[in-house]
């Protein structure tokens, strides 16, 4: 009888189960079953006479780590619990313990976590007279991790300054190591490039550590990065046996310092190494399996597979072309309705996913409109991230001058300079002469215990806030409120930290302004009052069960690992998936396409997929080209549902009424037409041959497509996606457009 541990195993899996000696590559597919290939491997070498001493096993997350453990428990007993097992970080923070005083720190280090980290780099900056303002803490402090994390000593990045700003940050980075190691702490880098420095420097404890680590397993290697690379180099260097399981087409972390290098070039480093190719999957449709196997094809420099499958064909895939983002909202709230209605799925078997957390704001309140319950997975509701409260805050207290809460929340924020002490003598002042904390401000001066650095500061703030509340009957609503988050400095202080964090921070921002610019298009005499109000209401029904039939909202990238029955993958649009401000690089257009390719690999019976022909950014409606993915995916596969504007039943109540085929701008009064009327033509005689879809060449950008026709005769404007530039909106009149 074959023993419990290789049942219910295919061919590839029990050959990567059973290759235990020397290097082995396992590329792993999307629901190929790579952590019962792991969990069985382990249990194997177990049964084989080889100790749970001598075997490592890396994950990327304690939790990963723990359910394996329990597989593993499951298959063989108790005896999986003495197996070095967790996160990198985890595993050489133990060794550290034991090994710290070979490089200058006690056994009882300190580590500290990010929030511990910032504010010592704050005192330092403070101590070298580095304003705050000026250089922003946490971006020193992401530039001191990604060198870290690169193996750049502070030596090393003091001899590569290239401005200001790097020279600043290396003054910072050497002090900043310097008084972790007075202070005998480690931060999290620290754990992973202190356990390299105590191998290099000390031969006999890397030898002891190769002799008791017989055996390395690595999952998710594609996402390793550079010290993680090293330090498994050093443990497996004598004995070789080192199994890394992963998949280059799921590399998704760069930003993070993920080197996709490192699986793609194992073979380089172990040109004995054999590789197993787990191809087969267990999620998906063959229909969707298919879609993301040929898409993934269009990346180079990949480990060749096929996946393929044994499951039932399945539906196609449904591109839902919508009309700006808010019809993307309705347009998935219908079809979630549909399935539900027909009892083909429950909420909870949906998964919504989007490229960045500012999408998530238009699809929040279509669901919210229709009392649809969600979760959100990586992150929080838009409306209650810190940034949108932030400035919600500002907003309130500009409406309402006596929100003393909402000035707390704002006084300091973006740094001022006003303490704690400050603070409370203001407060003090607003008491004793019963006034609000705002209008206390504009007597600040009189508040003899406050220095002239706290006056001045609390003076310029108050008058931010005069002077938008003399305009506020001068401007429009979204200019106000533009221009007042531009004064404020919230926007210039996410620039400046210029970390990935903090650009996640400034979209959202954006997101936040363009939503006021859609209320105010939408609603007549459009006030602050009322969209603050409008906000207030839909926040109440923010608190969900994460344990309720719920849909589940996420980013791509907080998706891997994960399958729904169900999946929304929204903005498929150039600029957004692919990602990017500016000209692409190849290697980043790669990962934006492995991103993709996991949203869809989520996927288990029915993938939807949404692009918008407008979308609201920077409080303006933008002309949005679709994404150049879609090309890439086999046309066969793809459904495209032509009567868009038609209910099957009508269960959106939201103030859009429905679909329009045109939207009137309060101010500018020009009409936006979709591109799904090819007859449109304009009426002048001079214009009247030009259309959607029409490829044209311009004297200057070159060749092109007309994505979209507006208004009529001589301000008639087009939208031209050009190969050269990307999408140019042109006077017609003025263009001297050639068609080709």
Same mark, same amino acid.
């Given at each position: 009888?074959?023993?419990?541990? *290789?049942?219910?195993? !295919?061919?590839?899996?029990? #050959?990567?189960?059973?290759?235990?000696?020397?290097?082995?590559?396992?590329?792993?597919?999307?629901?190929?079953?790579?952590?019962?290939?792991?969990?069985?491997?382990?249990?194997?070498?177990?049964?084989?006479?080889?100790?749970?001493?001598?075997?490592?096993? *890396?994950?990327?997350? !304690?939790?990963?780590?723990? #359910?394996?453990?329990d597989r593993i428990a499951n298959l063989i007993g108790q005896g999986a619990h003495h197996v070095w097992m967790g996160t990198f970080h985890s595993v050489f923070a133990r060794l550290l313990r034991m090994e710290a005083e070979k490089i200058g720190f006690q056994k009882n280090y300190s580590i500290y976590d990010e929030i511990d980290s910032l504010k010592l780099i704050k005192r330092i900056m403070v101590d070298l007279h580095i304003p705050h303002q000026q250089y922003s803490p946490q971006g020193i402090r992401y530039r001191i991790s990604q060198a870290k994390n690169s193996l750049t000593t502070p030596d090393e990045f003091s001899r590569n300054v290239y401005d200001i700003s790097s020279e600043q940050s290396a003054k910072v980075y050497f002090e900043y190591s310097k008084r972790l190691k007075e202070s005998n702490a480690m931060d999290f880098d620290d754990l992973l490039i202190k356990p390299i420095e105590l191998f290099q420097r000390h031969k006999n404890v890397l030898n002891v550590y190769q002799d008791r680590f017989k055996y390395l397993l690595v999952d998710e290697y594609q996402d390793t990065n550079h010290a993680q690379y090293v330090m498994l180099k050093l443990l497996a260097e004598k004995n070789r046996n080192i199994c890394v399981v992963g998949d280059d087409a799921q590399s998704i972390y760069a930003f993070r310092g993920a080197d996709i290098r490192n699986i793609l070039e194992f073979q380089k480093d172990y040109p004995e190494a054999k590789i197993v190719r787990l191809e087969q999957n267990y999620r998906s449709t063959k229909t969707i399996l298919a879609a993301a196997d040929n898409l993934i094809k269009y990346n180079g420099g990949q480990i060749e597979k096929n996946l393929w499958t044994e499951n039932s064909e399945g539906e196609s895939i449904t591109l839902l072309d919508c009309i700006d983002d808010r019809n993307e909202g309705e347009e998935i709230v219908r079809n979630i309705f549909h399935g539900v209605n027909n009892q083909e799925i429950r909420y909870s078997d949906v998964a919504i996913m989007y490229r960045t957390n500012a999408q998530s704001r238009s699809v929040e309140d279509s669901l919210r409109r229709n009392s649809i319950p969600y979760v959100i997975i990586g992150g929080v509701e838009f409306y209650q991230r810190k940034e949108i409260k932030d400035v919600l805050a500002y907003l309130r207290l500009l409406v309402n001058p006596k929100d003393d809460e909402s000035f707390m929340r704002i006084v300091n924020f973006p740094n001022r300079g006003l303490g704690e002490v400050a603070v409370k003598h203001l407060q003090a002042y607003a008491k004793a002469n019963s006034k609000s904390l705002l209008d206390a401000m504009q007597e600040s001066g009189r508040i003899i215990q406050l220095s002239k650095r706290a006056k001045d500061s609390i003076y310029r703030l108050h008058e931010i806030f005069l002077k938008f509340t003399n305009l506020k009957t001068n401007l429009s609503l979204s200019e106000l409120c533009r221009s007042f988050v531009d004064e404020i400095g919230i926007i210039s202080h996410f620039n400046d930290e210029g970390t990935p964090e903090s650009i996640g921070r400034n979209e959202n921002i954006q997101e936040l302004l363009s939503a006021i610019s859609e209320y105010a298009d939408d609603h007549e005499n459009a006030s602050l009052e009322g969209f603050l109000q409008e906000v207030s209401l839909v926040a109440d029904l923010d608190s969900w069960d994460e344990k309720a039939n719920a849909v589940t909202l996420m980013t791509l990238h907080s998706a891997k690992g994960l399958e729904f029955p169900v999946v929304f993958i929204t903005g498929l649009e150039e600029g957004l998936l692919p990602y990017y401000n500016s000209s692409l690089e190849s290697i980043e257009l790669e990962e934006e396409r492995r991103l993709f390719y996991v949203g869809i690999t989520r996927a288990m019976k029915k993938l939807f997929l949404s692009h918008c022909q407008t979308r609201y950014k920077f409080t303006e409606h933008s002309y949005q080209s679709p994404s150049r993915f879609i090309n890439e995916l086999p046309s066969e596969l793809i459904e495209r549902p032509t009567s868009r504007q038609k209910y099957l039943h009508d269960p959106v109540k939201s103030y859009s009424q429905g679909y329009r085929l045109k939207k009137e701008k309060s101010k500018k009064k020009e009409t936006y037409f979709e591109d799904s009327h090819p007859d449109y033509e304009n009426e002048s005689d001079e214009f009247k041959n030009i259309r959607s879809g029409m490829l044209v060449e311009h004297e200057t950008f070159g060749k092109g497509k007309v994505m979209h026709v507006v208004g009529k005769g001589e301000t008639c404007k087009v939208v031209v996606h050009f190969d050269s530039v990307g999408s140019k909106t042109l006077m017609l009149k003025y263009a001297r457009l050639k068609k080709v």
């Open positions: 009888m074959e023993m419990k541990y *290789l049942q219910n195993i !295919n061919p590839p899996q029990r #050959e990567a189960i059973e290759t235990i000696q020397g290097p082995l590559i396992v590329v792993a597919g999307p629901g190929s079953g790579k952590t019962r290939v792991l969990t069985h491997r382990i249990a194997y070498l177990m049964t084989q006479n080889i100790s749970s001493y001598n075997i490592l096993a *890396l994950t990327f997350t !304690n939790k990963a780590a723990s #359910e394996m453990k």
